[in-house]
C-alpha cells in the first residue's frame, strides 16, 4: 500500500471501492484509517480520490506539513490514466470547459485538463489526462464532453459500455487511476511519487486487447 514515506508524509496507493475517509459513504472502513493504522500515527489527507478510483493518496502526518502541502496544492503536478470509450486526440489537447461547482449548483467553474490517447483497442482506448485544476468529477466530466466517456463511470458514463466491460472483460469499477504526483514538499524539496497501473486495469486492458483482435 505503502509507496512513499518519510518524517512529514506517507503516500499510499488507493484501491478502488475504498472512500479516503469516513463520512463520504456508508462504509466504516476508509482509506485514512488503514493508514493511520499502518504507519501507527495520526495522518492527514491532502487529497482525495473518488471512491471508484485507484492510486495515490498523500497524507501529511503532522499539522504544519499538512498546511504546507495544502499551501503548495496548486502547484501540483497530477496524472491518472483512464479507459474510455472513444478515442480522444492522440496528441496532448487541452479541454477548457467550466464545470458545475457542485452536483447541486447551477454555477459553473472554470475547469482544465490535458487529455491524450496513447493507446487503442476497438472502440476503446487508453488515455492519459493531466488536470489543471481540482474541481468536482473534472475529469470524468471533460471526457464526457468530449464524447469519450469513463468506462465504469455510473453517473457520466455509458451503461452499455460500462456492462460490457463488467461482463466480457471483468472490471467492476471507475476505469481511473492517479499514476503520478508531484509536489512541494516542505522540506523544499519536490516529492514526486509513481503508481503502476492497478492489476484489474490491465487485466481489463488485456482483455479488451484480444476481443477487438478477433
Partial sequence: M?????????AVNKPSGLSTHRGWDDSDDALLQRVRDEVGLYV???????????????????????????????????RYFAITRGHPPSEPTL????VPRREDSDERVPAQTTVQCLETF????????????GKLHQIRRHL???????????????GEHNRLFRTQHALHRLALHAHFLAV?????????????????????????????AT
Fill in 184 to 212: 512541494d514538499h516542505p522540506d523544499g524539496s519536490r516529492l514526486a511519487v509513481t503508481c503502476p497501473l492497478a492489476p484489474d486495469l490491465v487485466a481489463a486492458i488485456e482483455s479488451a486487447k484480444r476481443a477487438a
Fill in 44 to 78: 492527514y489527507p491532502v487529497n482525495r480520490l473518488d471512491r471508484g478510483a485507484s492510486g495515490i493518496v498523500l497524507f501529511a502526518l503532522d499539522q504544519d506539513a499538512a498546511r504546507a502541502f495544502n499551501t503548495a496544492w496548486e502547484g501540483a503536478e497530477k
Fill in 122 to 133: 476497438g472502440r476503446y482506448a487508453l488515455v492519459a489526462a493531466q488536470p489543471h485544476t
Fill in 2 to 10: 505503502i509507496l512513499h514515506r518519510d518524517e512529514r508524509c506517507v
Fill in 95 to 98: 479541454i477548457d470547459n467550466p
Fill in 144 to 158: 464526457k464532453h468530449i464524447a469519450c466517456p469513463l468506462i465504469g463511470d455510473v453517473r457520466y458514463g455509458k
